[in-house]
C-alpha cells in the first residue's frame, strides 16, 4: 500500500528554527509537495521537490532524498503566523497526490 | 482573479437527502479534484477529472459522483447522504508551473 508518515504533532519557539519530517513509501515518485495549512482554511502550497537536494523558499526550505524516501521541511525565525498544519504529499506513478495526515505546529512565544 | 470557489460555505443535512457541492475555477485549469478532509486522516481524493468530459474514481468514491461538462465548473453530489459523509469537502485545479493544486475554501458538510 502507500504510505506517508509525518509527526502528529510539534511545538516550538517563536524565533527558533524547526524541522518537520515526512517519510514516504509509494507506488512511483513524481514529486514531493508540502502544503501549510491554517486552522479553518483551505492548504496553500508551499514548497516542490522532484531532484534530491535542498530548496529553499525565503525562511522555508525542503529536502528531499528520494533513495531514502524522505523529505523534511525547515521553517527558520518562527513566527507565530508559523502556526499551522502542515500537509506533506507525494504525486504517485499515477500523477495523483498521496497525503500525509498532516504535522501540527504550535509555536509558543 | 477568484481563483476556486466552493458553495455552499457550510450545510446541516438530514441523512437520505440528496445534495451537490459546487465548485468553480477560473484559472483554466484542466485538471480538478475534490477530497474529504477528517480529523487525524490525510485529505482522501473522492474523483477527479483530467479534463473536461472525463472523470475517474479516487480512493474513496462510494456512494459520491461527479460530472466535468465543461473546465470551469466540477460539483460533486451525494445521492443519499449518510453521517460518515460528515466531514469538510475541498475541491482542488492543478496547474502553475509544478503542477501543483490549488484549493478551494472548503464546504463544511454534517450529515444527522
Known amino acids: 500500500g502507500q504510505n506517508i508518515d509525518q509527526p502528529t504533532e510539534m511545538t516550538a519557539t517563536e524565533g527558533a528554527i524547526v524541522q518537520i519530517n515526512c517519510t514516504y513509501q509509494t507506488s512511483g515518485f513524481n514529486g514531493l509537495f508540502w502544503y501549510q495549512q491554517h486552522a479553518g482554511e483551505a492548504p496553500t502550497f508551499l514548497s516542490y521537490?522532484?531532484l534530491d537536494g535542498l530548496e529553499e523558499k525565503g525562511r522555508f526550505s525542503s529536502f528531499l532524498s528520494r533513495s531514502k524516501g524522505y523529505s523534511y521541511l525547515l521553517l527558520k525565525e518562527l513566527q507565530m503566523k508559523d502556526s499551522a498544519s502542515y500537509l506533506c504529499a507525494v504525486r504517485d506513478s499515477n500523477y495523483q497526490l498521496i497525503w500525509g495526515a498532516g504535522t501540527k505546529l504550535i509555536i509558543k512565544p | 482573479t477568484a481563483g476556486i470557489t466552493q458553495a455552499p460555505t457550510s450545510q446541516i443535512l438530514a441523512a437520505g437527502r440528496s445534495m451537490t457541492l459546487r465548485c468553480t475555477q477560473d484559472m483554466r485549469h484542466n485538471a480538478m479534484y475534490w477530497y474529504r478532509q477528517d480529523l487525524g486522516l490525510g485529505l482522501r481524493l473522492i474523483h477527479y477529472?483530467?479534463?473536461?468530459?472525463?472523470?475517474g474514481k479516487g480512493e474513496v468514491p462510494d456512494g459520491y459522483s461527479v460530472s466535468r461538462a465543461n473546465t470551469d465548473d466540477f460539483p460533486l453530489t451525494l445521492a443519499s447522504a449518510v453521517p460518515s459523509q460528515t466531514s469538510v469537502y475541498f475541491c482542488?485545479?492543478?496547474?502553475?508551473?509544478?503542477?501543483?493544486?490549488?484549493f478551494g475554501p472548503g464546504t463544511r458538510l454534517t450529515v444527522l
Open positions: 477529472s483530467n479534463t473536461a468530459g472525463t472523470t
Open positions: 521537490n522532484v
Open positions: 482542488a485545479s492543478s496547474g502553475g508551473y509544478n503542477n501543483e493544486q490549488f
